[in-house]
């Protein structure tokens, strides 16, 4: 079963806009990804934030992790129609080679 | 740096054939995963493979999946029989270290599309 359930399923918005994409799981986690899959560029990761950060940076990407709620959030600021994509939170539990388990993802539509 | 490769890249078989999929992960990369995504869902881990050791293969179908790395390098996925259900993309993935307690970002192939008819 997949732990991560995205919220929401689906978000369309025009280009300059934000987006923002909640995750929630199940179980303690060691560390929580964000990945980006679109038919041209496949399956790609864009950050990874660790139980003990609370929030994560990478150029118009903002991830926030609420460990006592077992949610993320990421943000992607000023979209672009590039950023047409599929998202997908993965998270890896804490013992052992816990595998990487992904959600089901929100399918984002940027609009110029 | 070359990515992960994957082939082929499509394949449609009728149920009850057999089909196998190729990977060759990026070089150095010692753990290699392969995941069965269905449409609409998100990917789902078959076997992760550390060196040429299965680590988890709870997911595995073994009646009709298999998998081998041989040489701690490439890796086929096999099924057979197919079954209608198995109509999936199945994606492999490589990443540079797995420890016990860090997980690394992984590198995924482009994926085979596989329809069963």
């Known amino acids: 079963s997949q732990q991560g359930e995205e919220d929401p399923q689906a978000l369309s918005i025009q280009e300059g806009e934000n987006a923002t994409m909640n995750c929630s799981y199940k179980?303690?986690?060691?560390?929580l990804q964000w990945y980006r899959q679109n038919s041209g560029r496949g399956l790609v990761h864009l950050i990874l934030?660790?139980?003990?950060?609370r929030e994560k940076h990478s150029g118009r990407l903002r991830v926030t992790l609420d460990t006592s709620k077992k949610s993320s959030s990421l943000l992607i600021t000023a979209s672009r129609a590039a950023d047409t994509a599929s998202y997908f939170c993965?998270?890896?539990?804490?013992?052992?080679?816990?595998?990487?388990?992904f959600g089901t993802g929100t399918r984002l539509l940027v609009s110029p | 740096e070359a990515g992960v490769a994957q082939s082929p890249r499509y394949k449609i078989i009728e149920k009850r054939q057999s089909v196998a999929f190729w990977c060759n992960p990026i070089?150095?990369?010692?753990?290699l995963y392969w995941y069965q995504q269905i449409l609409g869902q998100g990917p789902k881990l078959l076997i992760q493979?550390?060196?040429?050791?299965?680590?988890?293969d709870s997911q595995l179908p073994k009646d009709r999946f298999s998998a081998e790395r041989l040489k701690g390098v490439d890796s086929t996925l096999k099924i057979q029989p197919a079954k209608l259900e198995d109509s999936a993309v199945y994606l492999c993935?490589?990443?540079?270290?797995?420890?016990?307690?860090?997980?690394?970002?992984?590198?995924f192939g482009p994926g085979t599309r596989l329809t069963v008819t």
């Open positions: 993965a998270t890896r539990g804490n013992t052992g080679f816990q595998k990487l388990v």
């Open positions: 179980t303690s986690i060691n560390n």
């Open positions: 934030i660790r139980s003990n950060e």
């Open positions: 070089s150095g990369h010692a753990t």
């Open positions: 493979f550390q060196n040429n050791g299965v680590v988890d």
């Open positions: 993935a490589s990443s540079l270290v797995e420890g016990t307690l860090f997980s690394y970002e992984q590198y």
